[in-house]
């Protein structure tokens, strides 16, 4: 392997004639828009333009300093409820990022094999119909299953329009390396047990918690379980965080991390967990509570589904039919202790009954616990000192953080970072943090995590079409009759979708349209795209620079733009934060344009299901748009004003705080049951700490199984049911029995960079050239590591290596290292390399087990060794400023978009 170096092999020169070839590299300066020499006397007025940044999810405000059509300053805006001016170091890339010298420019058609990185520029036209022609080919003559669509992978506003695309063309098979390893088990989980999910959860990184950002709060303590918004949301989250602590009163937090993250310096309690171990701890916390009765009695009696009996048989909720009274078979059944008998529920509550929350019962023939007595029994045997013992944690110090987030004259809440999503019991971790909230009546209080405030006006997702797709393709979806949590979010399971790719089992997939910033660092086990790549006719990427997805999967490439140039409406508490384009570069076009473009294409050419999308009575729902102007009025929605006056705000406030918070909303009168409170989201209109629908989902697919003929969509059942409450797991590889691979390996967040992406921006670089691997002092010299050194990390899928932090800051037995990729290997002569030499998910899994709802792999708690590294390869990954010349951000005019705005 030869050392890349500073070549002039890159895009395509604009001057060059439309078909010749060129490479994806590492610059590409001289193929930049011809511009005239900049003098500072020639210089036109600045103009300050409101925009909202996309370098993450958290869409801060910002100000865009605009001097002749280019973008020469970056500030936060102060207007914004949750920035509040602030912006983080890849928002301030954003200019690096949108005159980065190898953007995307032009549509780019392969003309080596893969991997040879030889391309030719071509017209929109062309790429379009080339496009279309293969969608419309595949569909004829595989089935339009065949085809598979990507997302995600960072900065994609447009997650529901992806899945939209996929609806129009109809393949039920789209899908994104998040979903049930990032965000959905705590959604879904909220959904099913709270009747309320986006953005009502656990989750405080993606923008919920919102009462967290008024610091008239009467919160007193947080748990922040494997979440660090001071590093993940450092200008929204960790900005009202640190606003939280410096009040007078403070903030008392707890801090549940195998890593000592900068939330943790600032905690009473760190509890350094082992990886995989939450619902060890979870349970352990559920005891504890129960035991020593710091719990919300009367809240639990009257606001959850804990003294329902149960039925043994059926494990649901025990009925008035099955208990031989009067009733129906939607009628609940409780204990009444003074009559010694069963009696049906009476909305919202039973008057001078006293149902009790524990115990087992004789009715009809049938031992029936309560709901709470089945909690009670879950947790039975996680002791503190079992707990500790499993997370490799000290038991005074468990208990120590529960005092904390129990103190009777306090309020608390749980914020639940993204780790519980990342491994096999990712369903069972939000269900027992949730029990953990509604246990201690922590719902929709001034000063709790669980709200629901009243919804903004406009739509930042515009949400997808399930209902185009006919029960046939609905069936053909890849995983999800096994794993029935993923219809939530209408996707398909990604080792399903790789298995069908690899050995057309149990069909043969043969094209894949993807967008995402790498996929090979976002995906478990990545280099298995090695074998399943070569198995596809077609590849298309949509992204804003090339990837190593791009030069060793891609046939197609369209080019899409950066934040800077892009149109967005965003909620920010009781304000919307408008998203718009502030300039356009070469021919590069906003994805969610691209989709629309591609169907209508396809339509044009005959495809019979694609008109469909533009037909609101086959949509059932609100139709795709087909241009910029139509999207902007969707987004737009409710909100009573045009585009342009909405830009010009900026940032614009459709209520005041008071009616924004909106409490306890489930004690408002029902507007369907006069006289009635309306209760929560669930069937039983009460807190399912006994979460039966999590039982029904697995048997049925309800609540979120589809398509055009049904909804319901009754499907069959999974193999085994899912359980209602949590449980523990020792995770697959684990240190307690492996010896060859003795550490624990755990990922998080950088504040510089956004899953995949980033890596290319020369400042940000330059701050952290490499990823750090973080180890023990103990476990450094029991592996003859040292500080700043190269390491080898290998599993048993693989080998990466990441550069030597000897810290205190982790735990014994434990490394940390985030996913991280050298967009400088990518014109070398192995441009796999780009990928594999510092990427952690070459080591990750995506074989069994899953977790049982959403199909979850592993990427943390798994088993690696380490040793000492003098690679070859070390020594052509960039690390001085200097190397990072070749990608500073050089001036170039700006373009008329591609396609017609439409108004």
Known sequence: MSQATLTRRGFLKSSAAMGAVAALGISAADSLTAVDPAHADEAGEVKIIKTSCRACIASCAVLAHVRDGRVVKIEGNPESPMSQGGVCAKGLAGIQALYHPNRNKYPMRRVGERGTNQWERISWADALTEVATKINEVSDKYGSEAISVSTGGGGNPHFSNVKRFGEAINTPNVWEPGCSQCYLPRMGASLLAYGAGKPNNLSFSDSNGWDYYYTDSPVTSLVLWGTDPSNSSVATGGRALAELRNRPEGLRTVVIDPRYTLDAAKAEVWLPIRPGTDAALLLTWTRWILENEKYDEEFCRTWTNMPYLINPETRLTLKATEAGLPGTDEDYVIWDPASNAPVVVTYPFNEGVAAPLFGTFEVNGMQC????????????????????????????????????????????????????????????????????????????????????????????????????????????????????????????????????????????????????GNKHVVLGNSSCLDEIVPKLDYVVQCFMYPTAFSVLCADLLLPTTE??????????????????????????????????QIVQKCAEL?????????????????????????????????????????????????????????????????????????????PSKKLEVYCESNIILGRTGAPWSQCAEEKPLVLPPASADYEPLCYYEEPAESPLTDTEYPLVLTEGRLPMYHHGTLRNIPYLREIYPVPEMWIHPADAEKYGIADGQWVNIESRRGKTHGMAHVTTAIAKGVVYQERFWAPELLDSD????????????????????????????????????????????????WMRPEQFQPWMPAPSDATEDVFDYGA
């Open 830 to 877: 192995d441009p796999a390399q780009a990928y594999k030499v510092m990427n952690i998910n070459v080591l990750t899994k995506n074989d069994p087990p899953y977790n049982p709802e959403y199909g979850t792999y592993t990427l943390r708690g798994f088993q690696v060794k380490v040793s000492p590294s003098d690679d070859e390869i070390l020594d052509s990954v």
């Open 563 to 596: 934040w800077l140039e892009t149109n967005l409406t965003i909620p920010q508490l009781n304000t919307i934060v408008m998203r718009q384009a502030v300039t356009h570069l070469f021919e590069t076009v906003e994805e969610g344009i691209i989709w629309t």
């Open 369 to 516: 616990p309560t709901g709470g007595q089945l909690l009670k029994e879950s947790c039975e045997e996680w002791t503190l000192e079992k707990g500790a013992e499993i997370c490799w944690l000290d038991a005074g110090q468990i208990e120590r953080a529960l005092e904390i987030y129990t103190d009777p004259n306090g309020q608390s809440g749980i914020m639940q970072g993204v780790c519980i999503d990342q491994y096999v019991q990712s369903q069972q971790c939000a269900l027992g943090a949730l029990n953990l909230e509604f246990l201690m009546g922590n719902v929709e209080k001034p000063g709790t995590m669980l709200q629901k405030f009243a919804p903004a006006p406009c739509k930042d997702q515009l949400g997808n079409t399930p209902r185009l797709l006919s029960k046939e393709k609905v069936m053909k979806r890849c995983g999800t009759i096994e794993h029935k949590g993923i219809l939530c979010w209408d996707m398909a399971h990604i080792p399903s979708v790789f298995k069908a790719m690899k050995d057309g089992d149990p069909y043969q997939i043969h094209m894949w349209i993807e967008r995402s």
């Open 606 to 682: 005959g495809n019979e299901h694609c008109p469909k999308a533009f037909d609101e009575a086959a949509c059932m729902t609100t139709p795709f748009y087909k241009n910029e102007y139509e999207k902007q009025k969707q987004h737009l929605n409710k909100l009573e004003m045009s585009w342009e006056e909405a830009c010009e705000q900026g940032v614009i406030q459709w209520a005041t705080p008071e009616e924004y918070r909106t409490y306890q909303t489930y004690l408002a009168e029902d507007p369907e049951n006069p006289g009635k409170p309306k209760g929560f989201g669930t």
